[in-house]
């Protein structure tokens, strides 16, 4: 049973600014361009069609810092980010908010209790947090692959998700998403577990007993 802790003004300030300071990465990585073509910073090319996005590190370093709560405005700025880049840079699959907010929300709520389990059944840190930070990266794309077949049927003009369903698992294999996906697990769990225990020595806190804010 967990007990509720009093924060200090301090506290609360520090808190506030690290969480501003995650959102205005999000921001960056999800709506700057890159220059390499039409995406943003956020993504990596790992082949000719291939992309692997790291828009989602931030949410997991910071909402694994932070607490559930403030991993769900994280969730929630990610998702905005993310609408408001597929008006950008024309991702017609996108623009819808069941599709770009809702799965986002759902992810950030559920890193820190992620990250908690892991921390407390692996004893070695880092094993925990790329262990964490690989899985809830596959949940998120699972997440918003699961609902990016709605948009896929409006989109392409299909009258009916079932009719819709072999086309849309076709595209994802034949636009490599099964291997973008494993890319962006494994590149969240390296640098995501990695900047994370920074951090942490950064703001002073025992890295033998992490105990963040719910």
Do not use: C
């Amino acid at each position: 049973m967990s007990t509720k802790v009093i924060k200090s003004n301090k506290e609360k300030t520090r808190e506030m600014t690290i969480l501003a300071m995650f959102i205005a990465i999000i921001a960056i990585l999800g709506l700057v361009p890159s220059g390499l073509g039409s995406s943003s910073l956020g993504f990596i090319k790992i082949a000719p069609n291939i992309e692997a996005t790291i828009i989602h590190i931030p949410v997991l370093i910071g909402a694994a810092l932070l607490g559930r709560k403030m991993g769900l405005y994280l969730g929630i700025a990610f998702g905005t980010v993310s609408m408001i880049a597929a008006f950008i840079y024309a991702s017609p699959m996108f623009i819808y908010p069941w599709v770009s907010i809702l799965p986002r929300i759902i992810f950030g709520f559920i890193i820190y209790d992620v990250v908690q389990f892991f921390l407390k059944v692996i004893k070695n840190k880092y094993i925990a947090l790329f262990t964490s930070f690989f899985l809830l990266t596959i949940i998120h794309s699972l997440l918003v692959l699961s609902l990016l077949w709605t948009s896929f049927t409006m989109v392409f003009g299909y009258s009916s998700l079932t009719l819709a369903f072999i086309p849309y698992l076709t595209s994802l294999v034949l636009w490599g998403v099964p291997l973008s996906a494993l890319v962006e697990a494994i590149l969240a769990g390296a640098i995501g577990g990695t900047i994370f225990l920074r951090l942490l020595l950064q703001l002073n806190k025992k890295d033998d007993s992490i105990e963040m804010s719910e």
